[in-house]
């Protein structure tokens, strides 16, 4: 059992398909143990896009993500992380394969919807930038229990 940090990002929150994108995870199988709705600030931004600070679109990168209010959530299950990736496709949304959500609802690698962690350490430094340990559910052998994991 793995988590991962999801962020929908300012560009799915304004084209209203936020419900879409937690949808898919959520049927994908992934469960939802954590969610807020979260306007981010510069200092939050820069620690969460840390190793991008050198790369030219730092800039835009932390402008955009700052620029409204974000869904940041924590999804949980069976390799969580892989499978959250699968589900968001490739960075650039030009190259991601139809019946990904970046595939599917967006064009440009900027505005590209979803930020999903890369691997379970850095999902674990996410998740931490942006919950409390109290904000992620504790019910969660129930919910392993309805979702047929045990
Ligand atoms: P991902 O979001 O798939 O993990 P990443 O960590 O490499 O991608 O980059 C973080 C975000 O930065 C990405 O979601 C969009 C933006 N970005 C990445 N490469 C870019 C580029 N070449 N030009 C503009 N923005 C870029
Ligand atoms: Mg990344």
Redesign the pocket.
Known sequence: MERTLILV?PDAIQRGLAGEIISRLERRGLKIVAMKMIQMDRALASKH?A??QS????G??VE?ITSCPVIAAVFEGPSAVQVA?RT?G???PAKSPAGSI?GDLAV?????L?????SPENATKEIALFFNASEILSYQREIDRWAGYS
């Open positions: 990002k896009y190793v991008h790369k030219p679109f730092f835009s990168l955009f990736r968001m490739e960075t650039d970046r440009e690698v900027q505005h590209n979803i930020h999903g962690s890369d």
